[in-house]
């Protein structure tokens, strides 16, 4: 696996990798991730702020939704390459243009799956269509933008000789960059070392695109995969800002980033990512989708950097770089935890708020304020955790149909939680009391579907304290399903039965939302 490239040799300059993040279209596929428009806007600026080449913004053609944030990214955001995937069909085309020609600069990605399986099964064309199919959409696409990538589907589990035809035609009709993708998590390092190497090796046209890969995670071996392609000269990575995405998800962007970054020695190729803004744009994916990242987490997670072993900790006091291979201040965890408190100002949170990766206008920033002096009043100690939820709740705010007003719960041993419960639904208040349920949460849960008409399955249920000590403030996740379609809330507050009634408010109004309406 020491098939060394040419540029690698040169000894100052790493090659520089292209970073195509797809958060925005592979990762929202993940069940339960989908984001709303401007929760998508906020990833976008983020990735842009984190110095990501390619943004794939989203499949323009799958709904009137994913059109539109695609265009509205296209159309304000400044500083990276916008795409927009396409299937090989002219009207997935057209409408991937219309999406993305606003942007400083565009690429359309088409795709069109080549291995034997898909052939035979999916899509019902012998190998001359497939290839009559791919060289159509590339001119298409080419037609509109100079910058278009093709993706065979399915690639690592297609014949060797029919994908270098396909990545040869594609070429030849104006694809400037193939990506290689392993839709199905099924290659391993040496095989996708293989395929890469046997493309440079045996397609004539291959130094006219760039090679690219798109790894599943599925053996846990998507980054492993990608760094393979890499050795063996591929020129862009796909992947997920925490490695989001369908089933166990893509490539992770902060594990491949640091791992060339790190090991610089032996890739001899690094990449634009801003790396100190790993670990806040980790965090605003996670809080956006609700899919939190796991402690032992390389890179990101909570744990990452932490040494409880007392020999490792002997050590690290002595020398940091004996147990330490990368700096946690490097990859964007804060040095200190800043504390703020009832007497600081505006100016302070506004710098918080800024070393934290937010954009705030001077109104959301007066909201945040507001807020933040109630909070202060509850709690003694702010930290960057309470902050940052006070942030998220006031810029990705859902259209609130349904409010809490009040809420009174009773409930002990041996009987049925009684519950009384005022909603506020534009100008009207809505009341109920029942006794019922399984406990105080349950009750409100139950009151909260009397009141607005919406019967949901509860399907997952967590709490969590935002930041440490015992007026912490608790943060509640929900996720219900409601005629197929999972729907997430989040709740914030100090009080955790309040926190639970807003998270599943939160969650009822985006039904809502979607729904077109309450049925009070
Ligand atoms: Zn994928």
Redesign the pocket.
């Known amino acids: 696996m020491t098939d060394t490239t040419e540029t690698d040799t040169t000894e100052t300059t790493p090659r520089q990798i292209v970073i195509f993040d797809t958060t925005l279209r ?1 990762g929202e596929q993940s069940p339960g991730a989908s984001m709303n428009l401007a929760e998508k806007m906020e990833v976008a600026q983020a990735l842009v702020d984190l110095g990501v080449d390619v943004i794939e913004a989203g499949f323009p053609i799958a709904s009137p939704g994913d059109f539109e944030a695609v265009r509205e990214i296209a159309r304000s955001i400044r500083g990276s390459v916008i795409c927009g995937l396409a299937r090989c069909r002219e009207a997935d085309i057209d409408r991937a243009w219309e999406a993305v020609q606003h942007a400083e600069q565009a690429r359309i990605h088409v795709f069109l799956a080549t291995s034997a399986i898909h052939r035979e099964f999916k899509l019902k064309m012998d190998k001359d269509e497939i290839i009559r199919r791919a060289v159509a959409g590339v001119q298409r696409a080419f037609g509109y933008c100079s910058n278009v990538e093709f993706s065979p589907e399915d690639a690592a589990r297609t014949e060797s000789d029919f994908l270098c035809r396909v990545v040869e035609a594609a070429i030849d009709a104006g694809a400037t960059t193939v990506n290689i ?1 392993d ?1 199905v998590g099924y290659a391993t390092p040496a095989h996708m070392h293989k395929v890469i190497a046997n493309l440079r090796n045996r397609v004539p046209n291959i130094d006219k695109a760039v090679i690219s890969v ?1 790894c ?1 995670n599925d053996l846990g071996m998507a980054v492993a995969n990608s760094l393979a392609a890499v050795e063996a000269g591929a020129g862009q990575i796909e992947c997920t800002i925490n490695g989001l ?1 369908e089933r166990a998800g ?1 490539c992770s962007l902060e594990e491949i980033v640091m791992a060339l970054r790190t090991r610089q020695d032996y890739f001899r190729a690094d990449t634009r990512i801003v790396s100190r803004r790993l670990v806040p744009t980790s965090r605003l994916v996670a809080s956006v989708t609700g899919i939190h990242v796991q402690r032992n987490k390389a890179i990101v997670g909570q744990n990452a950097f932490a040494h409880e072993a007392g020999i490792h900790q002997d050590g690290m006091l002595k020398e940091r770089t004996t147990y330490e291979i990368m700096r946690p201040e490097d990859v964007g965890f804060a040095m200190t935890d800043l504390v703020l408190g009832k007497h600081s100002g505006r100016a302070a949170l506004a710098d918080r708020a800024a070393n934290l990766g937010y954009h705030l206008t001077a109104e959301q920033l007066d909201h945040v304020f507001e807020e933040f002096k109630v909070l202060a009043d509850k709690k003694k100690e702010i930290y960057d955790g309470d902050i940052a939820v006070l942030i998220e709740q006031q810029i990705r705010a859902v259209a609130e149909q349904w409010s809490l007003e009040s809420y009174r719960v009773t409930s002990g041993t041996g009987r049925a939680p009684e519950v009384s419960l005022t909603l506020r639904h534009g100008a009207e208040e809505f009341s109920t009391q029942m006794a019922c349920g399984d406990g105080p949460v349950d009750a409100i849960f139950l009151a909260i579907e009397e009141l607005t008409g919406f019967s949901v399955v509860c399907k997952d249920f967590h709490v969590h304290s935002v930041t440490v000590g015992k007026d912490a403030q608790g943060e509640v996740l929900v996720q219900v399903e409601y005629q197929d379609r999972l729907y997430r809330g989040r709740g914030v507050s100090t009080d955790s039965v309040e926190a639970s009634a807003k998270a599943f408010l939160n969650a009822i109004n985006r039904i809502a939302a979607v729904s077109n309406g309450g049925q009070a």
């Open positions: 592979d993708p839709t798109h599943h995405g893509n």
